[in-house]
């Protein structure tokens, strides 16, 4: 099979492109000009230059595929303006869409996100049919998801197209153009020193699990359906009780309010824009303290989406994020990785090593 993955320097693109070259696909990569490509540097696909508001620069990168994945919509509470990134969620898919069906491309599989779904103050679980309100206090990143499956299901269905909505929920692990709030949600924590916590919770799972179920999507899902890509339902305190029992680290110390985690926000972005470094925490996530971003991938399930534990995916996700420049040596120094995290930097070496030489055969 021949397929288009969009955005495939992304977390979620690049560990795609690995999954699709281990079933021995044949794989087109679109990254914009002067991106960040090492999450897929060395590996065997062809890649083209474009972005998906320049229409002219998709036809070359879409012509001839059997398949196409977009997932090229940043995930990201900093560093993007609202309307740069309305503006790539929608325009940005209808032109991918118009590509695909001037190229007779039949079948797209679009990463949505699972906060589409919405969220609850109580520990409550969501499936596919529950929405997100349009709520303008929502951050620029939830509301552009929204717009984006709107927009891309009139549009696939005005073209003929059967799109496919994949609906990721916190996705943690390797690879990546950078560190996103899912992996950033393990350097946070170890990065500090108070060790705090705070209410509510969200659904954790492997990035490459995600991977796998939009391979499944492609294959088994309905035209039109949404389709959750999660793993286990856990409290904050849980998740980050988890990173540091696998990091070697004092575990959470207090529960921080959300009036305090606001507090902590704005003293971040301050102390961002003045260093020219990411923020730990934003004011956009410290609006969601208190949520329960809880869903189910049953539906997924039904399809044979079989996610790994939680555990393991923060024990993969840390094995990756240690050895990166993500993690600075002074926390670094603090650690005590234990051998489930070391076993895993172990393996992803070995699949790697295992994938190149293959291709190479």
Not at 17 to 23: F, G, I, K, P
Not at 169 to 182: D, E, I, Y
Not at 346 to 360: G, Y
Request: aromatic share 6%; hydrophobic share 45%; net charge neutral.
């Amino acid at each position: 099979m021949k397929a288009l993955v969009t955005g495939a320097n992304g977390l979620i693109g690049a560990n795609l492109v690995r999954e699709l070259l281990r079933r021995g696909d044949e794989v087109t990569g679109l990254v914009r000009a002067g991106s960040n490509i090492a999450a897929i540097a060395g590996l065997p696909i062809r890649r083209v230059v474009g972005d998906v508001l320049d229409p002219a620069s998709l036809p070359a990168a879409v012509e001839g595929q059997d398949l196409v994945f977009h997932t090229a919509v940043a995930f990201s509470y900093w560093g993007h303006e609202p309307e740069e990134m309305a503006r790539t969620a929608t325009d940005g898919s209808l032109n991918v869409l118009a590509a695909c069906a001037e190229a007779k491309v039949s079948r797209v599989v679009m990463t949505s996100s699972s906060v589409t779904l919405g969220a609850s103050y109580k520990p409550q679980i969501r499936d596919e049919d529950a929405n997100a309100d349009d709520d303008p206090d929502e951050s620029a990143y939830v509301l552009a998801k929204i717009a984006q499956e709107r927009a891309a299901l009139g549009a696939a269905r005005r073209l003929g197209i059967e799109i496919v909505f994949a609906c990721p929920t916190m996705s943690v692990g390797p690879f990546g153009a950078g560190l996103g709030p899912s992996n950033g949600l393990i350097t946070s924590y170890l990065a500090d020193g108070l060790r705090l916590t705070w209410a509510g919770g969200c659904n954790i799972a492997s990035v490459r699990d995600v991977a796998l179920g939009h391979i499944l999507l492609a294959e088994r899902g309905a035209p039109g359906g949404r389709y959750v890509l999660g793993a286990e339902n856990l409290s904050w305190r849980q998740i980050h009780g988890l990173v540091a029992e696998l990091a070697g680290a004092p575990g959470p110390r207090a529960e921080a309010s959300a009036v305090a985690c606001y507090g902590l926000a704005v003293a971040e972005e301050t102390r961002a824009r003045l260093t020219a470094a990411a923020p730990l925490a934003t004011r956009a996530q410290a609006r969601m303290v208190g949520r329960y971003y809880w869903y189910s991938h049953a539906r997924a399930a039904a399809l044979g989406y079989a996610p790994r534990p939680a555990r393991q995916a923060l024990a993969e996700a840390l094995a990756w994020l240690c050895a990166s420049p993500h993690v600075a040596r002074e926390t670094r120094a603090g650690l005590r990785l234990t051998r489930e995290v070391q076993a895993a930097r172990l393996a992803r070496l070995a699949d790697e090593a295992a994938l190149l030489s293959e291709r190479a055969a």
